[in-house]
């Protein structure tokens, strides 16, 4: 797959970078049929707080890796099966793979930027978004398509942007991105 073009970049770097995603609308309601006991709640709610930490520090371990240029960590989180040939790839400042994370120079056409180039001009922050919409209205298919949540009336869905500095989540747009054009709009 090559590199997105420029003119829906900045919608899939949001998604990239996008590491939270909240439901708070008809979330896991127990049903009439039998009530779960706090306990397992709980448990439920701790495994999932750890599994989303998890993942927001391998986001942050991969933003780091492509500001570094470090392959060894980079390939540490390829999939198995593509790892001996992207390795081989990553070699050659040429190739497509190279050029579409490293070195938009290379990159054929002009028209898209590496993710390092997309990445080195924002602040070095990680940034996160927050979503909260009717988990009985909205696929989980359609949260990982940036034409949905791009599209998404504010009927449907709310947002609201973060980024991380010295350790705290601070809000960079107005409440629930509220005065804003929406999702898409950064």
Known sequence: ???VPRSTEHKKNGFILCLSIIS???GSIPSALGQQSQK???SRVSETALARRELNLIGEKIAKAVLDKDIRTLL???CEDLRSEDKASLKDAK???YCSLFDSSCIQGGK???VYDTKSRYDSHVYGTLLFYDRASIAD???GSPDFLCKAPSTRLASWKFKLEKGKWRPVMPMFDNETEGLCSY
């Open 1 to 3: 797959m090559g590199p």
């Open 24 to 26: 708070i609308f008809g």
């Open 40 to 42: 397992s709640k709980t």
């Open 76 to 78: 540490s989180y390829d």
């Open 95 to 97: 190739s497509d793979l």
């Open 112 to 114: 898209w930027h590496s």
């Open 141 to 143: 298919k359609d949260l």
